[in-house]
């Protein structure tokens, strides 16, 4: 056996012999890492010391939402439950969110109740782990949070993973009907790229290259617009402005001044938007869950805006379509 098995194997016996740990309240942090209350209905951030304490605590549901297929059979955080962005949280054949009654039914399989407390991680810094809380809320789970620093960190920092695949009794959590308050629409982005809506701020969190129209989408893609460039009037802070280089998120205080420089202070509405909704759920939960800003997701995102007809659009790169 190499190193590598050996050290796995390690891992998984070590959560097995854990003890079931009694119920307690969640030591939650906030991005500082100063213990908080939870907020709800509000999302909150649990950091791993706290989920590795509740790994078989039967109040609490762990939720992998990763990019790359695979990786959760390859191993996951110990009980977790793998859903797959593209088919457990959206429709599959129409372009929008997965419908309450979808959603009631997969959520009451992965065992959770109505005062279940569900935390959710992924990959590449909790990109669909985000979406995943920007979807339990909307259904009106008030008690849903985000391990700090995702999939990535929990391996670099030699937690316990487990192949093994949960066997869980039946929830009876009960999805209301779709937060409107929590998303935006077309419409309501036209009215704020044409003025007609000053109340609402717009922020962009694609790349600068995405959002100046120098590329359709990041190389690999395959979601597309056949224009290029962003809403007028958007402001550019990309998601990944608010990670820290181990993928935790930053400090109240330094989020507060990354998003204020570019007049996203609190003080007016939010709406935030990115390729597809994916990227964008990461700073909706910065801006509306950690800095409690009011703050709606444009799911839509470019591949709808940028398909559509009669829209306004800023270009600074000038790329034109089937050209270059």
Same mark, same amino acid.
């Given at each position: 056996?190499?190193?590598?098995?050996?050290?796995?194997?390690?891992?998984?016996?070590?959560?097995?012999?854990?003890? /079931?740990?009694? =119920?307690?309240?969640?030591?939650? +942090?906030?991005?500082?890492? %100063?213990? @908080?209350?939870?907020?709800?209905? *509000? #999302?909150?951030?649990?950091?791993?010391?706290?989920?590795?304490?509740?790994?078989?605590?039967?109040?609490?549901?762990?939720?992998?939402?990763?990019?790359?297929?695979?990786?959760?059979?390859?191993?996951?955080?110990?009980?977790?439950?793998?859903?797959?962005?593209?088919?457990?949280?959206?429709?599959?054949?129409?372009?929008?969110?997965?419908?309450?009654?979808?959603?009631?039914?997969?959520?009451?399989?992965?065992?959770?109740?109505?005062?279940?407390?569900?935390?959710?991680?992924?990959?590449?810094?909790?990109?669909?782990?985000?979406?995943?809380?920007?979807?339990?809320?909307?259904?009106?789970?008030?008690?849903?949070?985000?391990?700090?620093?995702?999939?990535?960190?929990?391996?670099?920092?030699?937690?316990? /993973?487990?192949? =093994?695949?949960?066997?869980?009794? +039946?929830?009876?959590?009960? %999805?209301? @009907?779709?937060?409107?308050?929590? *998303? #935006?629409?077309?419409?309501?982005?036209?009215?704020?790229?044409?003025?007609?809506?000053?109340?609402?701020?717009?922020?962009?969190?694609?790349?600068?290259?995405?959002?100046?129209?120098?590329?359709?989408?990041?190389?690999?893609?395959?979601?597309?617009?056949?224009?290029?460039?962003?809403?007028?009037?958007?402001?550019?802070?990309?998601?990944?402005?608010?990670?820290?280089?181990?993928?935790?998120?930053?400090?109240?205080?330094?989020?507060?001044?990354?998003?204020?420089?570019?007049?996203?202070?609190?003080?007016?509405?939010?709406?935030?938007?990115?390729?597809?909704?994916?990227?964008?759920?990461?700073?909706?939960?910065?801006?509306?869950?950690?800095?409690?800003?009011?703050?709606?997701?444009?799911?839509?995102?470019?591949?709808?805006?940028?398909?559509?007809?009669?829209?306004?659009?800023?270009?600074?790169?000038?790329?034109?379509?089937?050209?270059?």
């Amino acid at each position: 056996m190499n190193t590598t098995s050996s050290t796995a194997t390690r891992r998984v016996l070590r959560w097995l012999a854990a003890p /079931l740990v009694a =119920l307690t309240l969640p030591a939650v +942090a906030d991005a500082s890492g %100063a213990p @908080t209350a939870t907020k709800s209905p *509000r #999302a909150t951030i649990v950091e791993a010391a706290w989920l590795e304490a509740n790994l078989n605590n039967p109040k609490v549901r762990i939720i992998e939402v990763s990019t790359d297929p695979g990786v959760y059979e390859k191993g996951h955080i110990p009980n977790a439950v793998n859903f797959r962005w593209h088919t457990e949280f959206v429709d599959p054949v129409n372009r929008d969110i997965v419908s309450q009654t979808e959603f009631q039914k997969i959520v009451r399989a992965a065992g959770i109740n109505k005062d279940t407390k569900v935390v959710l991680y992924g990959d590449k810094n909790n990109w669909f782990a985000a979406w995943g809380v920007w979807i339990f809320r909307t259904y009106g789970h008030s008690d849903v949070s985000i391990l700090n620093g995702g999939r990535d960190k929990w391996v670099k920092d030699g937690r316990a /993973l487990s192949p =093994l695949v949960p066997t869980l009794a +039946a929830g009876n959590f009960t %999805a209301t @009907t779709p937060n409107a308050n929590l *998303r #935006a629409f077309l419409p309501d982005v036209v009215k704020i790229a044409k003025k007609e809506d000053r109340t609402t701020k717009l922020v962009d969190i694609r790349s600068a290259d995405e959002f100046n129209g120098k590329i359709f989408a990041p190389a690999g893609f395959q979601e597309l617009a056949i224009r290029a460039g962003h809403i007028p009037g958007a402001q550019n802070v990309p998601w990944s402005t608010a990670v820290s280089p181990d993928g935790t998120f930053r400090p109240v205080a330094d989020l507060k001044a990354i998003y204020s420089g570019k007049g996203i202070d609190g003080k007016k509405k939010v709406t935030v938007y990115c390729r597809i909704g994916e990227r964008a759920a990461h700073t909706w939960f910065v801006l509306s869950e950690i800095l409690g800003y009011d703050v709606k997701l444009y799911d839509g995102s470019w591949t709808e805006y940028g398909n559509s007809v009669g829209v306004p659009i800023a270009n600074p790169s000038g790329t034109v379509w089937g050209k270059g």
